[in-house]
């Protein structure tokens, strides 16, 4: 056996870690190797150093806190409160490193959901500033719609091309809402408004319009003016169910 | 738990040397073996037995391990927590004090990790924690010797610290707790070659790291 192949076996010459036949041989090198015994005696060092390595010596009081700190969180933990436990059990298998990945999976479906909601669902429902309306989707845009307008204005209710729309029965709520309160109009006026506006079905209607406003004068003698926008930018519905229909058959309206 | 379980505990064979072959027997004393059955049915007080005769071996490692007393207190506390909650799935044909090295070697792992600071603490409050040390010895010793065995203590120490996590644990069993190669290969979920190998290693490191003043030493001794 050569240096070469003792070396590597000397850490664990020192330490008794090789079988018997190795040991034999490497201890039969180190009689002939002045170079490999020096490294063994420092090998042989460096152990002795290490197993003088006294740990400190902890105080009884430390032992006794221990002891009374582990029997205490184990009886803490042998009576669980009821709620907190539930809770911890539905919600800290998410809070723990391993489920970070499903936990911020959960949160972006909820997210994702939520956003489809707002943005599909509930943008249905009607609001105190939205009204649902439909109207007759014009064959053109611009002047012809204008135009239809016009005539709905000028007493053409017949015509099947302007917007229809119940106002009867939205001035009948109106008019009760201000017998009932004095001229005040409430909040959720637009909502009644809502539900009262409604239009004939038909196959090619637009839906969702704006009630852009709806001013209520002072006085109860005054009439009230609401503004209704419609799909069509072009298009704005302003109404005075205060006034009294034309002569003509206008019950109002007024197309801008 | 029964008086006759009290009285035999004190008798399961865990003295307080610093090495011992027998801390990890190949049979658990019947002794022992009652306690756990006793603190794996809920009973505290055999549970608290238990801890006794355990806590030192366990602090020690977890010092050794840590560095310092904060994380090595912490580290004993969450070893019972999970010596008592895996108790039950403790098998008694096996070596007790392995399965306790292997808790305190995974809680010390795991707190490791998340201080996130292993080797500077490891040195850097150690020698806080060693001033008590150095006022008993000197009682007992001259000045002298008790610089050079303050120097040695603190050398070793920084040098265990350079060791990477598995090989400085598998020389603190092998060469600080006393136990077989084949034994801390348990302990570690591996094999005895690895263990070897990491020995062999951590030796090398330790020896290089000390080398200047063995040499020294031996100069002088000479």
């Not at chain 1, 053109?140 to 015509?159: T, Y």
């Not at chain 1, 001013?215 to 302003?238: H, K, L, W």
């Not at chain 2, 801890?51 to 310092?68: D, F, I, P, Y």
């Not at chain 2, 070596?95 to 490791?112: K, S």
Request: include cysteine; aromatic fraction near 6%.
């Amino acid at each position: 056996m050569n240096c070469k192949n003792v070396e590597p076996l000397l850490p664990l010459y020192v330490g008794g870690d090789l079988d018997e036949k190795q040991s034999r041989l490497v201890a039969g090198h180190l009689q002939s190797c002045t170079e490999c015994s020096v490294v063994a005696d420092e090998y042989a060092g460096a152990r002795q150093l290490l197993q003088g390595y006294e740990g400190p010596v902890f105080s009884d009081e430390i032992y006794t806190r221990l002891r009374r700190q582990v029997l205490t969180e184990i009886a803490r933990e042998s009576h669980p409160r009821v709620w907190p436990g539930i809770f911890s059990r539905l919600f800290l298998p998410l809070v723990q490193p391993r489920m970070r990945w499903a936990a911020a999976a959960l949160l972006l479906a909820i997210s994702v959901t939520a956003l489809y909601f707002s943005r599909n669902v509930l943008r249905r429902l009607p609001t105190d500033h939205q009204v649902a309306v439909r109207t007759e989707e014009p064959k053109q845009a611009g002047a012809e719609v204008r135009s239809e307008q016009s005539n709905e204005s000028a007493g053409s209710s017949s015509s099947p091309n302007k917007t229809q729309v119940r106002m009867a029965t939205t001035r009948r709520l109106i008019t009760r809402k201000r017998e009932a309160n004095d001229g005040v109009v409430a909040t959720n006026l637009t909502r009644e408004l809502a539900q009262a506006i409604k239009v004939e079905p038909s196959s090619n209607y637009r839906v969702i319009q704006r009630a852009v406003g709806v001013s209520q004068p002072s006085s109860d003698a005054g009439p009230v003016r609401v503004e209704i926008q419609t799909s069509d930018r072009n298009i704005r519905i302003i109404w005075l169910p205060g006034q009294r229909p034309g002569t003509d058959g206008t019950d109002g309206s007024k197309g801008l | 738990m029964s008086p006759e379980a009290t009285i035999e505990a004190h008798n399961f064979g865990v003295a307080s040397d610093k090495r011992l072959p027998e801390i990890v027997p190949t049979q658990i004393p019947r002794s022992l073996a009652r306690l756990i059955e006793c603190a794996a049915a809920g009973d505290l007080a055999a549970f608290e037995e238990i801890m006794k005769h355990s806590e030192k071996r366990v602090m020690q490692m977890t010092w050794r391990m840590l560095g310092n007393e904060a994380d090595a207190r912490d580290a004993a506390q969450e070893v019972f927590l999970r010596v008592y909650k895996y108790l039950g799935r403790f098998k008694q044909d096996q070596p007790f004090f392995a399965w306790v090295y292997q808790i305190t070697l995974n809680v010390c792992r795991d707190i490791a990790k998340k201080r996130r600071q292993y080797d500077t603490q490891f040195i850097s409050l150690e020698n806080g924690g060693h001033e008590a040390a150095l006022v008993v010895c000197d009682d007992r010793a001259d000045a002298e010797q008790t610089l050079i065995r303050v120097q040695e203590r603190e050398l070793i120490m920084r040098a265990i610290a350079t060791l990477p996590e598995r090989e400085r644990a598998a020389i603190l069993l092998r060469d600080l707790e006393g136990l077989s190669t084949e034994e801390v290969a348990h302990i570690m979920s591996s094999t005895a070659t690895t263990v070897r190998s990491q020995i062999s290693s951590a030796r090398q490191k330790i020896r290089v790291y000390c080398g200047r003043y063995l040499k020294k030493r031996g100069a002088t001794v000479e």
